[in-house]
């Protein structure tokens, strides 16, 4: 184990002792309109010998109660809202946090509810972190977003939709989990149960603000330092630079990103979809003039962004 690995668990841990001080607690109850299941029927694979300390906290003191982050991810889970009038589809919520944090509130349970208005059932998925000391590493959350999508399709006949028209929609560092779930072709884990049988690729990918490239003047430092630390290889960047690695055959994505986003610059998006179009990828983008970076449901006005319903008339052109 490097140096830096240590020095990074080091300050993982002491982030934990500092939030268990300021009064955060264990992994809340889903809010009342959702039920939450584990994604694997026992420990997620290649456990530490300490498992991480789960926490959840509000990400502003003076936010909606709703609007929290989960750190230091033990246990996976899904977290599903069903829909008053079903479509027949469901959706894969990926919610973001630099993949040092996973930020369920307003990239989760907010959008979910409004997909769900729409009809589709959807999954709000709280994933593993790759600095937390998982075998896997950097593609823990991998495992964990295939595993997702299986157990979803599992499902499907039990809640009554569709396998086949199941999507994924990911924001910021999510955004990369789900732009890297729709262009890895090969499971990333060992099969646990009848439920690994069903396909991980999502139908459609939805990507927002997403974090792509872990290489270049356009990283997110932060998502990439989570990810491998200060010092990467560069090899090992490049294989997780997602437009690298688009492929015909990659399931259709849709981009939406401000042009404004000083956390994560909009080049990510540019970059994955002349990615796409390049590999003949059903694909389309919007890039807003303002919003900066993780503008949720919200126009910067405080009105409804219209992201959703470009997405919904997208994903139904293709059969989602």
Same mark, same amino acid.
């Given at each position: 184990?490097?140096?830096?690995?240590?020095?990074?668990?080091?300050?993982?841990?002491?982030?934990?002792?500092?939030?268990? %001080?300021? *009064?955060?607690? /264990?992994? !809340?109850?889903?809010?009342?309109?959702?039920? &939450? =299941?584990?994604?694997?029927?026992? @420990?997620?694979?290649?456990?530490?010998?300490?498992?991480?300390?789960?926490?959840?906290?509000?990400?502003?003191?003076?936010?909606?109660?709703?609007?929290?982050?989960?750190?230091?991810?033990?246990?996976?889970?899904?977290?599903?809202?069903?829909?008053?009038?079903?479509?027949?589809?469901?959706?894969?919520?990926?919610?973001?946090?630099?993949?040092?944090?996973?930020?369920?509130?307003?990239?989760?349970?907010?959008?979910?509810?409004?997909?769900?208005?729409?009809?589709?059932?959807?999954?709000?998925?709280?994933?593993?972190?790759?600095?937390?000391?998982? %075998?896997? *590493?950097?593609? /823990?959350? !991998?495992?964990?977003?295939?595993?997702?999508? &299986? =157990?979803?399709?599992?499902?499907? @006949?039990?809640?009554?939709?569709?396998?086949?028209?199941?999507?994924?929609?990911?924001?910021?560092?999510?955004?990369?989990?789900?732009?890297?779930?729709?262009?890895?072709?090969?499971?990333?884990?060992?099969?646990?149960?009848?439920?690994?049988?069903?396909?991980?690729?999502?139908?459609?990918?939805?990507?927002?603000?997403?974090?792509?490239?872990?290489?270049?003047?356009?990283?997110?430092?932060g998502s990439r330092d989570q990810m491998f630390g200060p010092s990467a290889d560069p090899a090992k960047l490049a294989a997780?630079?997602?437009?690298?690695?688009?492929?015909?055959?990659?399931?259709?994505?849709?981009?939406?990103?401000?042009?404004?986003?000083?956390?994560?610059?909009?080049?990510?998006?540019?970059?994955?979809?002349?990615?796409?179009?390049?590999?003949?990828?059903?694909?389309?983008?919007?890039?807003?003039?303002?919003?900066?970076?993780?503008?949720?449901?919200?126009?910067?006005?405080?009105?409804?962004?219209?992201?959703?319903?470009?997405?919904?008339?997208?994903?139904?052109?293709?059969?989602?």
């Amino acid at each position: 184990m490097s140096g830096v690995e240590l020095d990074r668990r080091g300050l993982l841990a002491a982030g934990a002792m500092a939030a268990l %001080a300021s *009064g955060a607690r /264990a992994a !809340l109850p889903p809010p009342r309109d959702f039920d &939450r =299941l584990a994604i694997w029927p026992g @420990a997620a694979p290649g456990a530490p010998h300490v498992l991480p300390q789960e926490l959840e906290v509000r990400r502003r003191p003076d936010g909606p109660a709703e609007d929290t982050a989960i750190t230091h991810v033990a246990q996976p889970t899904l977290t599903h809202i069903r829909p008053a009038r079903p479509n027949g589809a469901a959706l894969l919520m990926i919610p973001g946090g630099g993949y040092v944090r996973v930020a369920v509130g307003i990239e989760g349970y907010a959008i979910a509810r409004r997909f769900a208005e729409a009809g589709y059932h959807c999954f709000v998925l709280v994933y593993r972190l790759p600095a937390d000391g998982w %075998a896997a *590493g950097p593609d /823990a959350p !991998l495992q964990d977003a295939q595993r997702a999508m &299986r =157990l979803i399709r599992a499902r499907a @006949a039990r809640e009554g939709f569709d396998a086949k028209r199941v999507g994924a929609i990911g924001f910021s560092a999510g955004g990369h989990l789900a732009a890297r779930l729709a262009t890895v072709r090969e499971p990333v884990y060992a099969a646990v149960d009848a439920a690994d049988a069903a396909p991980f690729l999502p139908q459609v990918a939805g990507l927002l603000y997403p974090v792509i490239q872990m290489a270049g003047p356009f990283t997110h430092k932060g998502s990439r330092d989570q990810m491998f630390g200060p010092s990467a290889d560069p090899a090992k960047l490049a294989a997780y630079s997602v437009e690298q690695h688009v492929l015909p055959g990659t399931p259709p994505t849709f981009l939406a990103a401000a042009a404004d986003d000083k956390v994560v610059p909009v080049e990510n998006s540019l970059g994955m979809f002349s990615a796409l179009k390049a590999a003949g990828v059903p694909s389309e983008m919007h890039i807003f003039e303002t919003g900066g970076h993780g503008f949720g449901l919200k126009r910067p006005d405080g009105s409804a962004s219209p992201w959703p319903d470009l997405f919904l008339h997208w994903a139904g052109t293709h059969g989602v």
